[in-house]
């Protein structure tokens, strides 16, 4: 797909963006203890722009550790399959964790990844998403703190790509796809 056959409209600007970030990161913040070292997981590779402005925000002794889950395809679909490319480095158990994630979509992501890290004993498992589209959900789950809800559109920017270009505009937009002309 050539980055000409589409244009990206602005849905969030990166000035709401960065105010949202550290409202969520007070809120996050009000929540954990700071004698526990908290382990802040970024699901690779959407997050991890939010992830850097989030921790940043947070005025808590973090550890900042990395999961790659992925569904196959680099398409605009989202797929039930989901594997583990990638595991964390660090050890969890017993620990506070916050999981860092770009969208809730389907939801079938989040749900596998927590299923995994439940599995691993933390002392508390939280989740914190940067987007939620819940109409597009087909799994019951949600994250602790939401940036923002949006409606059913593909999006792109602060991280999060299309065929892994745009993860660098630092505004979320929507991908749109102008018709031709003859
Ligand atoms: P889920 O498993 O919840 O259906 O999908 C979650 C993942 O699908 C997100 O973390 C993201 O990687 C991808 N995804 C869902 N919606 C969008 C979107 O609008 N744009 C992009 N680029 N990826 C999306
Ligand atoms: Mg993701
Ligand atoms: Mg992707």
Known sequence: MDHKDYVIDTMISAKSIAARVEELAREIRGTFSATDKLVVVGLLRGSFVFIADLVR????????????ASSYGNAMQSSREVRILKD??????????LVVEDIVDTGYTLHHVLNILRTRSPARLEVCA???????REVDVK???TGFEIPDEFVV???I?????????PYIGKVRFPKKKA
Do not use: C, M
């Open 57 to 68: 925000e947070l005025d808590l002794p973090v550890e900042v550790d990395f999961l790659e």
């Open 88 to 97: 964390l480095r660090g050890e969890i158990e017993g620990r506070d964790v």
């Open 130 to 136: 940067l987007l939620d589209k819940p109409s597009r």
């Open 143 to 145: 994250a602790t703190w």
């Open 157 to 159: 920017g602060y991280g």
């Open 161 to 169: 790509d299309y065929a892994q270009r745009n993860r660098n505009l």
